[in-house]
Structures are given as C-alpha cells and as structure tokens.
C-alpha cells in the first residue's frame, strides 16, 4: 500500500535522446508526485512535481506525464544532455508521508 | 547562504560506539527530516520534526534518537552503533508543513560501522 515502484534500476542514452522513467504508486491517498535529482556526493534535489489535477507539467526539457487511472507517472527528459548524468528518484507523498522509489541511474554518453 | 550543511561529511565507527550527526539549516524553515540512503532502498525516513522542541518517529526509527534543541539544528545521535546502520544519512528541510511539500536535502553523511 505504500510502496513507490521505479523502473529502469539504470538506463543509458545518447546525447541528444530522451531518457524516460516510470514510476507507479499504490497509495490513492497520495497527492504531491516529485521528481528529485541527485548528482554524485550530493543530496537529492528538487527537479520537479506534479499534482493529480492535471495530467501534464512541463519545465524546459523535463515534463512529467501523470496518469491517475493507472497510478502511474513518468518523467521524460527531452534532449538529453551529458550533463544530466545523475541518479532520478521519483515520490509520492500526501501530508502525512513521502516515499521514495528506488531511483534510476541515468548516463548520458556524448 | 548555505542552505542545509550537515557534519561531519564522513565518519568510521566500531560496533557499539556512539555518535551524532549534526544538521543545521540557514533557512528558518520551520521542519525538518532525517532519512538514510541505502543502495536500492531509495531513502528511508527515519525521523522528523514540525518544530524547535519537538520529534516524531519515521519508517525506521530504531537505534536512532533526535533532538531539535534551536530552530536550526536538528540532531540524530546512534547510541550503540551496529553494521546494519552503514548507510549515507541525508538531513532536510521544508518551508512548509506537510510532506507534499519541497524538501531542501543537506549533502549527506556516509556512515561506516565496522
């Protein structure tokens, strides 16, 4: 019930490509859907979120896709760019938890 | 403005020491969370506070202890540390109150108990 499932474990794209990341939550109660990136020997930091009103939210070359039906959302990352090199956790959360996926290491190759 | 500094960056201990972790945030936010990172486990939180003098107990609180003495400082201490609790610790912190809210993440503190 309170699991946040993430998929792929790591995944490998061109320079130039789009990566995508799926994540799939059980809790209906969640509310607040974050994407967080995390470079290596840092902390996770907030890339971008998503409520269940809309289905869609786009920020530069990251939007995530948000299917309620499905308790499922994705993010894509348009243009990929060595730069964006990083482990990806996707959450889910209402005001009372947030939990985490398992994140997603992203290479990006030039 | 440095926003969430945590000390020390990294530390080795021997099963059944004692140590805390320190947490401090430049922000004046109002909460904060401590969380443990454990490879394909995502992050874990293990407990959290909604003000100066108050804590809660997170998904895994045991073995832990915190204290939220000042607004900025939030402290977790191990007071028998054991290998299960090798792990990289994150503290955060949020403006807002609620977990559906943004979190500003310190840079972590990696942990070894041998």
């Known amino acids: 019930q ?12 061109q320079k130039g490509g789009i990566s995508i990341i799926n994540c799939a939550y059980e809790n209906t109660a969640f509310d607040y859907f974050p994407w967080y990136q995390q470079f290596p020997g840092k902390g996770p930091a907030l890339l971008i979120a998503i409520r269940p009103d809309v289905s869609e939210k786009k920020e530069g070359r990251f939007t995530i896709s948000f299917n309620k039906s499905a ?40 | 403005n440095a926003g ?60 832990y202890n915190v204290s939220r003495l000042k607004k900025q400082n939030f402290l977790l201490g191990l007071e028998s540390a054991a290998p299960s609790q090798t792990s990289v610790y994150f503290c955060a912190s949020s403006r807002v109150q609620g977990f559906d809210q943004p979190q500003h993440f310190g840079d972590g503190t990696r942990l070894s108990i041998l």
């Open chain 1, 71 to 110: 308790k499922q959302f994705s993010l894509h990352i348009m243009d990929s760019q060595p730069g964006d090199s990083a482990t990806y956790f996707c959450a889910g959360s209402n005001t009372d938890k947030l939990i985490f996926g398992t994140g997603t290491r992203l290479q990006v190759f030039p």
């Open chain 1, 2 to 13: 309170q699991q946040v499932k993430q998929s792929p474990q790591s995944l490998i794209v």
């Open chain 2, 4 to 63: 969430v500094t945590q000390t020390p960056k990294f530390r080795v201990l021997k099963t059944g020491q004692s140590m805390t972790l320190l947490c401090a945030q430049d922000m004046n936010h109002e909460y904060m969370y401590w969380y443990r990172q454990d490879p394909g486990m995502g992050l874990r939180l293990i407990h959290y506070s909604v003000g100066e003098g108050t804590t809660a107990k997170g998904e895994v609180p045991d073995g």
